[in-house]
């Protein structure tokens, strides 16, 4: 027996006051409104006092207070047209009011969750905006999913939910085939946020491509090259890949190799490359560039260069030493050579001369 209906249908509040409509519904109905919007309103004025003293402003704020009111105050106003009578109807075994209420919830969920990853990429500062990029698609991902299952037990689905897996075990054997590249792309985005080889802005050397991090995604990583096109590598490919970042710690090296004719002065050319280097503001003093003869050459005595310089200045750095050591060893007179090659016959070569 239901208790709980007899007593909204026993003596003045069982009476009809318009066709099945009784005095207990209504009052039913009234309650459960006002009780709602009541709750509501609390849970708003607790938010936001919360949100003046709270670190985690991110998610507890003034937006989050008005979703969940206008959720609260919107699921009231359901359930208080279902006491009426108005959504009693049964729509693939469930009631029209519980799948609106379900409904609602997911939608109010994907509206919170868009707000708190527009908040976390907002209140970030530039230099974390990358990883906060990231951080707001894994919450975002992780409150749909949560929203979705909870909406499924609000509707009344979640005793078919074992039925309906069980249903698509044989077509998720199937398709999974088919469909673990795409969770092995997944899975290789979150391990790549843990490992953190790379983030947005990075210059980068991967999978056969070179250029700027664009984006990073949950399946997939764009990459724009040098020349101006967008590569998207999918996370299980990069993850796999050996990942060359080029400015993923503030100091790179320049090693550049400065061949000079036989017949020069070895020291005298490393003094006025040395000089040249101390000359240039973007070379660090610290650790010191390194100038030696690294090797006797076919055509010429080749003298390695190693000069450190910050990563962002790497690539200017290295055209302006090239630039200035070729300037500064053509004013010392010392000579770059081309390649010079001596040719032995097995016997004498006759030459005629012949005179005008």
């Given at each position: 027996?239901?208790?709980?209906?007899?007593?909204?249908?026993?003596?003045?509040?069982?009476?009809?006051?318009?066709?099945?409509?009784?005095?207990?519904?209504?009052?039913?109905?009234?309650?459960?409104?006002?009780?709602?919007?009541?709750?509501?309103?609390?849970?708003?004025?607790?938010?936001?006092n919360?949100?003046?003293?709270?670190?985690?402003?991110?998610?507890?704020?003034?937006?989050?207070?008005?979703?969940?009111?206008?959720?609260?105050?919107?699921?009231?106003?359901?359930?208080?047209?279902d006491?009426?009578?108005?959504?009693?109807?049964?729509?693939a075994?469930?009631?029209?009011s519980?799948?609106?209420?379900?409904?609602?919830?997911?939608?109010?969920?994907?509206?919170?969750?868009?707000?708190?990853?527009?908040?976390?990429?907002?209140?970030?500062?530039?230099?974390?905006?990358?990883?906060?990029?990231?951080?707001?698609?894994?919450?975002?991902?992780l409150?749909?999913?949560?929203?979705?299952?909870?909406?499924?037990?609000?509707?009344?689905?979640?005793?078919?939910?074992s039925t309906?897996?069980?249903?698509?075990g044989?077509?998720?054997?199937?398709?999974?085939?088919?469909?673990?590249t795409?969770?092995?792309?997944f899975?290789?985005?979150?391990?790549?946020?843990?490992?953190?080889?790379?983030?947005?802005?990075?210059p980068?050397?991967?999978?056969?491509?070179?250029?700027?991090?664009?984006?990073?995604?949950?399946?997939?990583?764009?990459?724009?090259?040098?020349?101006?096109?967008?590569?998207?590598?999918?996370?299980?490919?990069?993850?796999?890949?050996?990942?060359k970042?080029?400015?993923?710690?503030?100091?790179?090296?320049?090693?550049?190799?400065?061949?000079?004719?036989?017949?020069?002065?070895?020291?005298?050319?490393?003094?006025?490359?040395?000089?040249?280097?101390?000359?240039?503001?973007?070379?660090?003093?610290?650790?010191?560039?390194?100038?030696?003869?690294?090797?006797?050459?076919?055509?010429?005595?080749?003298?390695?260069?190693?000069?450190?310089?910050?990563?962002?200045?790497?690539?200017?750095?290295?055209?302006?030493?090239?630039?200035?050591?070729?300037?500064a060893?053509?004013?010392?007179?010392?000579?770059?050579?081309?390649p010079?090659?001596?040719?032995?016959?097995?016997?004498?070569?006759?030459?005629?001369?012949?005179?005008?």
């Amino acid at each position: 027996m239901n208790t709980t209906a007899s007593f909204w249908e026993e003596g003045l509040l069982g009476e009809n006051l318009f066709l099945t409509l009784t005095l207990g519904a209504v009052v039913k109905a009234l309650l459960v409104l006002v009780i709602g919007l009541l709750i509501a309103k609390l849970l708003r004025r607790y938010i936001l006092n919360l949100s003046r003293s709270t670190r985690y402003v991110w998610i507890i704020n003034e937006d989050t207070a008005s979703t969940l009111y206008n959720l609260i105050a919107i699921i009231a106003v359901v359930y208080s047209l279902d006491a009426l009578g108005v959504l009693s109807y049964k729509i693939a075994g469930t009631s029209l009011s519980n799948l609106l209420t379900a409904f609602l919830v997911f939608y109010f969920s994907y509206i919170l969750a868009k707000k708190t990853k527009d908040y976390l990429v907002r209140s970030s500062s530039q230099k974390k905006l990358p990883e906060a990029q990231i951080k707001a698609k894994i919450f975002y991902y992780l409150v749909i999913t949560l929203a979705f299952f909870i909406a499924l037990n609000i509707a009344g689905f979640s005793g078919k939910l074992s039925t309906l897996l069980a249903a698509a075990g044989i077509t998720g054997i199937v398709l999974g085939f088919s469909a673990q590249t795409v969770v092995s792309n997944f899975i290789s985005g979150i391990f790549m946020y843990f490992d953190k080889p790379l983030k947005i802005g990075d210059p980068v050397e991967v999978a056969g491509y070179s250029g700027i991090v664009h984006d990073i995604r949950i399946l997939s990583t764009r990459i724009r090259t040098w020349d101006g096109l967008l590569v998207r590598i999918p996370n299980e490919k990069l993850f796999n890949s050996e990942i060359k970042n080029l400015q993923k710690y503030p100091a790179r090296r320049v090693d550049i190799i400065v061949g000079i004719a036989y017949k020069e002065d070895a020291q005298k050319a490393i003094d006025v490359i040395k000089k040249t280097l101390d000359e240039m503001p973007y070379v660090l003093a610290e650790p010191e560039p390194m100038v030696f003869v690294d090797k006797l050459g076919a055509s010429s005595v080749d003298i390695a260069v190693r000069a450190w310089a910050p990563s962002e200045k790497w690539f200017e750095v290295r055209w302006r030493i090239v630039q200035r050591v070729k300037k500064a060893l053509d004013e010392a007179g010392i000579e770059i050579p081309f390649p010079q090659r001596v040719n032995w016959f097995a016997e004498e070569l006759k030459v005629k001369v012949e005179k005008d």
